[in-house]
């Protein structure tokens, strides 16, 4: 089997993930943060050190601004019901995901508004388009560090930058970066970094991960925390105010083995590998006259993420058939409609191929072939766009 859906997420873990899953199962999986035993403790610890490992992976301010999730799509909602209140504007990237955009979708019911910023390869050109769409009302950018359809990235330091000029604050959903591509949270003044932490930090599903600023956010959820429990009301401090209820012990020490991983690996390294393997897919598909392609791979430019089309070929029907050969890959929209309007791809969806740190070449060649093997028959057979 050839597992290229690597942007859904990663699979296989490392070993270090699944030893310590299954450790924390065996020796400590008592209930974090709301007993005084030894076993409640050792859960604790486990959690406060993912929160020191990821606040070194991306520099952020302190291991309390690092707050847990299921997943990227919790941790957006946070920051878009959190922050936003009615009159609000807020502009947003031409390949955001469902989870930015469903969201703000139901708020335009509540008095929230927004707009969306083109993408361009010319990173001076996406200035120009996010200064073009700012208002006086204007209070939240949310724009995604790389786009988990067509790899392409923003330049999100400088619209940091520039939206900080004027009073904007910035989230960034780093749902395909984190991990791959570097994120400095204190360099860049980002407000809230949103990510998950089943794909490229290699934790486990049920895993996602907020890293906030000093920014006023209200919760999500409002309950126990095991923390000042007389009173009624929710924490005001981080991580507890935004924590409610048992959290996810044996997944975050899953996860905190693979934000560790990555850091041992460098992930620079993790980048330049998986590029490499995308680049090489990309020359590859390239030389078959049948393929479509929609982005170029570029060291910087891109994250290792491939997008492609059979001529006239569905990509759920080419994936359904890659399937039968025993290749994993994604077709369809991805959940991110808006990117596909943008690289009008809306109606045929694409093809998505991402590897991972574990991907060998020799799997890469191996998925060329079984393409020029099945093109004759989805040519033939393959429901027609
Ligand atoms: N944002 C982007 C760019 C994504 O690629 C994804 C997942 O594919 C999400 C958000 C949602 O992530 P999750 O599935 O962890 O909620």
Do not use: W
Request: glycine residues 8%.
């Amino acid at each position: 089997m050839i597992y290229l859906d690597n942007g859904a997420t990663t699979f296989p873990k490392p070993t270090a993930v699944k030893q310590k899953i299954t450790d924390s199962f065996n020796r400590y999986s008592a209930n974090p943060g709301r007993s005084g035993h030894k076993l409640s403790l050792i859960a604790s610890e486990e959690i406060y050190e993912c929160r020191k490992s990821i606040k070194k992976l991306f520099n952020a301010q302190s291991e309390d601004s690092v707050i847990f999730t299921m997943n990227c799509t919790m941790s957006l909602n946070t920051v878009i019901f959190g922050f936003l209140r009615e009159g609000d504007h807020v502009i947003i990237s031409s390949l955001e995901h469902n989870a930015v955009v469903r969201p703000l979708e139901y708020l335009k019911d509540k008095g929230v508004s927004y707009s969306v910023f083109d993408y361009s390869s010319d990173d001076d050109e996406v200035i120009d388009n996010v200064r073009a769409v700012i208002t006086p009302r204007t209070r939240l950018c949310v724009c995604t560090h790389a786009s988990n359809v067509f790899g392409f990235r923003l330049p999100i330091e400088r619209i940091a930058a520039l939206c900080r000029f004027y009073g904007i604050k910035v989230c960034i959903d780093a749902a395909q970066s984190a991990g791959v591509l570097p994120i400095d949270i204190l360099a860049s003044g980002f407000d809230f970094v949103c990510t998950s932490g089943h794909k490229s930090l290699y934790g486990p599903m049920g895993t996602g991960i907020l890293v906030i600023g000093d920014t006023e956010l209200k919760p999500l959820l409002f309950g126990g925390t095991g923390t000042d429990s007389a009173n009624p009301h929710q924490p005001e401090e981080p991580p507890e105010r935004f924590e409610s209820g048992t959290a996810n012990l044996n997944g975050i020490a899953g996860l905190r083995a693979g934000v560790d991983f990555v850091r041992r690996r460098g992930t620079d390294n993790i980048y330049r590998h998986e590029l490499a393997l995308a680049g090489y897919l990309h020359s590859e598909l390239m030389k078959i006259p049948q393929i479509i392609l929609y982005n170029n791979i570029e060291y910087g430019k891109t994250a290792p993420v491939l997008s492609f089309n059979i001529d006239n070929v569905y990509s759920e029907e080419a994936v359904r058939m890659l399937d039968k050969y025993g290749v994993c890959v994604r077709g369809g929209l991805h959940c991110a409609p808006l990117a596909h309007r943008f690289m009008n791809t809306i109606d045929s969806g694409t093809v998505r191929a991402v590897p991972s740190v574990f991907t060998a070449k020799s799997e890469i060649d191996r998925f060329i072939s079984v393409i020029k093997n099945i093109l004759p028959k989805l040519l033939d057979n393959g429901k027609k766009v």
